[in-house]
């Protein structure tokens, strides 16, 4: 019975381990294929062993992870040395150079992290399978397996912990790197050179023609400019040449945009249907420009035109795409010129002024970090760059303003036109040359990836709606098998949130990319996003900004349940009044909101270091244009606190009476009795006299005057203000009307009329009713009344 006990056992072990390898060769055969290894086949138990453990291919795959290990070693080894070396006045190139490495090196350790936690968590469910001990007469090739296994397991979480720690030194390197640039960067804005206005700085400029002169000269960098300025021209102008014939191409593949009405709002232009064309074709020349670059380096300089060529090579794809796009919407012959005359002749020339303005940042900064002219020469090209980019800002913003569309935009964009430019103007005579030029430079890169984007936006639109559409090519198929147009509405909605989700991300790697336009480099950083990276100190990755998202998606519908229960289940079983709960549900909304903004800044990553540029900007700022905001903001605290005022109050403030409506941290929301609201700043209320009609209680007194003649009884009078007093049920009878007389006259007596009410709200309506009342008694009996 012992040995047949054994034996069952023994069978279910091996068909448990049947079962798990099975699963096993299903997970890792993609993992295994990018790892050059063979297909791993089904054989028995006892011949895996003999095999070398090849069923799971990592015998074979450790070495070249090995290798990428080494390399990774190696080379943060090396960026640690250059960083701690003997040339402490590393510049922002060199800096940017390790920046790159650093990149490449965590997307590398990303990826092999990757790669051995799937052989890690394979081999675990294996070990869990076999066991950690032998059992007993257990098969030979069973307790093998097991021991290949636990060694192969050993080696995986070595590698898996060698990978982790060299990803992490990356970080680290990040992070020194990325706060050297930031000290670096702002030495450069605030380093002034020599203003143009003055002699000295054209002076120098003279002196050094033999140094520029060499640059240009043979075996100089630009020793082919001719064929590098050339080369550029031609192969712009042949790309906007080609980009007419590209789209009629497309169209004839059924992509042609349609004309639009004239009836048209011009803010659509062009066209959805258009979109899709037009971004088609400026991708394909985005392809075309950079292959006639090459082939005219191959043809004029032999395939070696040098650092400047190649950083031309580099920034082609982004001007192609540039004039594909753009000159069919804004060329002689694009859509604005068949629909709308006045918006082309408005933003002509756009499309060629971000082309050639992209391409020369990059060539700037390619002068720069190649030392290719003398400081001042360079400043001089620095000076030029800043004040056309101003200046064709501001006649775009002012061609804009006189169409009829942007009437309303165009002026405040145009202030900020006028601003930089006045700004560019300024840092430059005073010699903040660097200062001009980098803003300028952002501005040029954050325009350009606007553009960009918003067109690819558009054109991930119109192709979702094209092809998930109720006629389009996969809604049309998808209606007959069940699929509702409600269904494919909400698709097409969700799918064109990821793709505007996306772009963004590109958008901010294009900002992030500081003028390179490579795309090796926007895609780089685009890489880093999803792998995370470390931005100025800050941990930034996609999980983190989903977490943060989460969270605060998560909170708003905790607050707005809890403060729910708060009011309808928690408050009707107190005796509070309304303006205390209001005070705690506002309180507690406050309180919640900063820690989760705590929590948030937590799990992101952000420590007071890394706040302590925006402390020192919010100082200065209350400390010059947000001291009443902070004012306001203090004193919505104190009536929170203290409640001198309370929602449902009547106060009477400047000459003004009303009801409280809200009371928020900055401002109180008064009703007034013609329906209106009046907005109060809360440090009115604290530096001001204010008049509360109910802050001891609700009731309020009210007192009437009026005059009759000197002939008059006045005992009856009495008995008839009294009469008409007691048959108004909002008049209370205890403390009882009283009527006085406070003065007589020659002619004249005057009474008054003093009685309590039972809500302060109703002394209007009270009084009015009063009046009518009391003419209509005096009226009767034929005597004389009137009111002062």
């Known amino acids: 019975m012992t040995d047949r006990r054994t034996g069952a056992s023994h069978n279910a072990r091996k068909g448990r381990f049947w079962v798990a390898g099975l699963l096993a060769l299903a997970l890792i055969g993609g993992g295994a294929s990018q790892a050059d290894t063979p297909p791993a086949a089904s054989t028995p138990v006892g011949k895996v062993a003999a095999t070398d453990n090849n069923a799971l291919g990592w015998s074979s795959v450790s070495p070249t992870l090995g290798r990428q290990l080494d390399t990774d070693q190696k080379s943060v080894r090396d960026i640690f040395q250059r960083l701690n070396g003997a040339d402490p006045a590393m510049g922002d190139i060199a800096l940017a150079d390790l920046t790159k490495q650093v990149s490449a090196i965590q997307q590398d350790t990303h990826a092999v992290i990757g790669q051995i936690q799937s052989y890690d968590t394979i081999i675990s469910s294996f070990l869990q399978v076999l066991g950690d001990k032998p059992a007993a007469n257990e098969d030979a090739s069973i307790t093998a397996q097991r021991q290949r296994m636990q060694k192969d397991s050993q080696s995986v979480k070595s590698m898996l912990v060698r990978a982790r720690l060299y990803e992490l030194q990356a970080k680290q390197l990040g992070t020194v790197i990325d706060g050297r640039r930031s000290r670096i960067q702002q030495a450069t804005l605030s380093r002034r050179t020599s203003s143009p206005i003055a002699p000295h700085f054209w002076h120098a400029l003279v002196t050094e023609k033999a140094e520029n002169q060499s640059s240009v000269e043979n075996n100089g960098v630009l020793a082919d400019w001719p064929y590098l300025l050339g080369g550029t021209f031609l192969v712009?102008?042949?790309?906007?040449?080609?980009?007419?014939?590209?789209?009629?191409?497309?169209?004839?593949?059924?992509?042609?945009p349609e004309a639009l009405p004239a009836s048209t709002d011009n803010n659509e232009i062009p066209r959805a249907s258009g979109v899709v064309a037009i971004t088609a074709g400026g991708m394909l020349c985005a392809i075309l420009a950079p292959v006639l670059w090459l082939l005219w380096e191959m043809i004029t300089m032999g395939g070696d035109g040098g650092p400047i060529a190649a950083t031309i090579s580099d920034t082609m794809p982004v001007c192609g795409f540039i004039l594909g796009a753009g000159l069919p919407i804004l060329g002689r012959a694009g859509l604005l010129a068949n629909n709308d005359i006045k918006a082309r002749h408005a933003l002509r020339g756009v499309d060629w002024m971000l082309a050639c303005g992209v391409l020369a940042l990059d060539l700037l900064h390619a002068f720069q970090s190649l030392k290719v002219f003398?400081?001042?020469?360079?400043?001089?090209?620095?000076?030029?760059?800043?004040?056309?980019?101003?200046?064709?800002?501001v006649s775009t913003c002012r061609r804009l303003g006189r169409q009829a569309e942007t009437r309303l935009l165009a002026p405040s964009v145009l202030g900020l036109a006028t601003l930089l430019t006045f700004v560019t103007v300024i840092a430059i005579v005073l010699g903040y040359v660097s200062f001009a030029f980098s803003l300028n430079g952002w501005l040029l890169v954050l325009g350009t990836g606007i553009a960009i984007v918003g067109l690819l936006g558009m054109c991930w639109r119109e192709a979702i709606e094209r092809l998930l559409g109720a006629r389009g090519f996969f809604g049309s198929r998808l209606v007959p098998l069940g699929v509702g147009p409600r269904r494919l509405s909400q698709l097409t909605v969700v799918l064109s949130g990821i793709g505007n989700v996306?772009?963004?991300?590109?958008?901010?790697?294009?900002?992030?990319?500081?003028?390179?336009f490579n795309l090796a480099t926007i895609f780089g950083r685009l890489g880093l996003l999803f792998?995370?990276?470390?931005?100025?100190?800050?941990?930034?990755?996609?999980?983190?900004?989903?977490?943060?998202?989460?969270?605060?998606?998560?909170?708003?519908?905790?607050?707005?349940?809890?403060?729910?229960?708060?009011?309808?289940?928690?408050?009707?079983?107190?005796?509070?009044?309304?303006g205390s709960q209001t005070s705690i549900l506002s309180v507690f909304t406050y309180c919640s909101w900063i820690i989760v903004g705590l929590t948030v800044l937590s799990v992101a990553g952000v420590s007071i270091k890394n706040l302590t540029w925006v402390v020192s900007a919010l100082s200065v700022?209350?400390?010059?244009?947000?001291?009443?905001?902070?004012?306001?903001?203090?004193?919505?605290?104190?009536?929170?606190a203290e409640r001198p005022v309370r929602v449902g109050d009547v106060v009477e403030i400047a000459g003004t009476r009303g009801d409280v409506k809200r009371i928020s941290v900055r401002a109180t929301n008064i009703g007034l009795s013609d329906g209106s609201t009046m907005i109060v700043p809360n440090s009115q209320f604290i530096t001001t006299n204010v008049k509360n009609a109910t802050l001891g209680s609700t009731g309020a007194a009210l007192t009437l005057s009026f005059t009759v003649p000197i002939t008059a009884d006045l005992d009856q009078a009495r008995a008839m203000l009294l009469e008409v007093a007691a048959k108004r049920p909002e008049v209370l009878s205890t403390p009882t009307p009283k009527v006085r007389v406070t003065a007589i006259g020659s002619a004249a007596v005057t009474m008054t009329l003093g009685i309590n009410l039972i809500s302060v709200r109703e002394s209007g309506s009270v009084q009015d009713a009063i009046l009518f009342d009391v003419f209509r008694r005096f009226h009767a009996e034929d005597i004389a009344i009137a009111t002062t």
């Open 621 to 640: 700022g209350i400390g010059f244009g947000l001291q009443s905001i902070v004012q306001n903001f203090v004193s919505g605290i104190i009536l929170l």
């Open 374 to 393: 003398g400081p001042t020469l360079t400043v001089l090209l620095e000076i030029v760059f800043a004040l056309a980019v101003s200046i064709s800002t």
């Open 531 to 578: 792998s995370g990276s470390n931005i100025r100190g800050i941990p930034i990755s996609l999980d983190t900004v989903l977490i943060c998202i989460g969270l605060f998606i998560a909170a708003y519908y905790a607050i707005r349940q809890t403060r729910n229960w708060m009011r309808d289940r928690l408050f009707p079983t107190t005796t509070m009044d309304i």
């Open 502 to 516: 996306m772009l963004l991300l590109i958008l901010v790697s294009i900002v992030q990319s500081e003028g390179d």
């Open 236 to 256: 712009l102008i042949l790309t906007g040449l080609t980009a007419y014939p590209l789209l009629a191409g497309l169209r004839r593949l059924g992509a042609k």
